[in-house]
């Protein structure tokens, strides 16, 4: 599929792809800026309000017809930006909230949800996310969007909405004045059975993060 078919085919034939990047870079500027940690009292908001809104261009794409790249192979973009960086600096300004429960797949049975760490979803979303930005700056728009909508349905859309659910459950516990359990400690590789969270389990109150992360109290 040519760019030109693909605008022609788009819901918004003369700016889908232009739309589509600028979410997308507003996502990879906003998310660079949370974790240098300049303003961490407003932290989780901003990341819940940025999650929401790349998760619409992931709609977006994942409503469109499938777009196929124009080459057989993709092109060679060299050494994959490091996010390791990125990672750690987020799993400490989310301490001792990073790690929550997540069912991995809806549609799949599983005796326990996994554990996962949102600083390591983050991460991972920002790596997919630049893999596509890369192609588009260097002027392959079908490739880069070929990527984007291929990288939502197989990693970054469901990373991204779990991300989400556990942002705004932390919110919604903060406003409602609920505690929450401490899933800090758990190995993310391992199933989150009833023994390992009752070990790992802790109550963290509310009051103890509140100020910290951002976050306001229903009073």
Known sequence: MSDATLHATAPDPDDF?????????????????????????????????????????????????????????????GPE?????LRERLAEMLDPVDVYSEVFDPYEPRKAPVPARISDDLADVMADLRHGMAHYRAGRTTEAMWWWQF????????????????????????????????LDGLDTDQDLGEDALEEAAGR????????PLGLRQVK
């Open 204 to 211: 963290v109150m509310v009051e103890e993060i509140a100020g």
């Open 81 to 85: 930006p490091d996010v390791d960086e």
């Open 17 to 77: 792809a232009v739309q589509i990047a600028d979410q997308i870079e507003s996502f990879l500027v906003a998310v660079t800026e949370v974790a240098r940690g300049d303003e961490p009292d407003s932290a989780v908001p901003f990341l819940l309000l940025e999650v929401s809104q790349l998760l619409l261009a992931g709609g977006r794409l994942g409503a469109h017809e499938d777009i196929l790249p124009e080459e057989r192979y993709e092109p060679d973009l």
């Open 151 to 182: 990288s939502y349905f197989s990693n970054w859309g469901s990373t991204a909405s779990a991300t989400l659910r556990a942002l705004q459950s932390l919110v919604a516990h903060v406003r409602l004045n609920q505690p929450l359990e401490e």
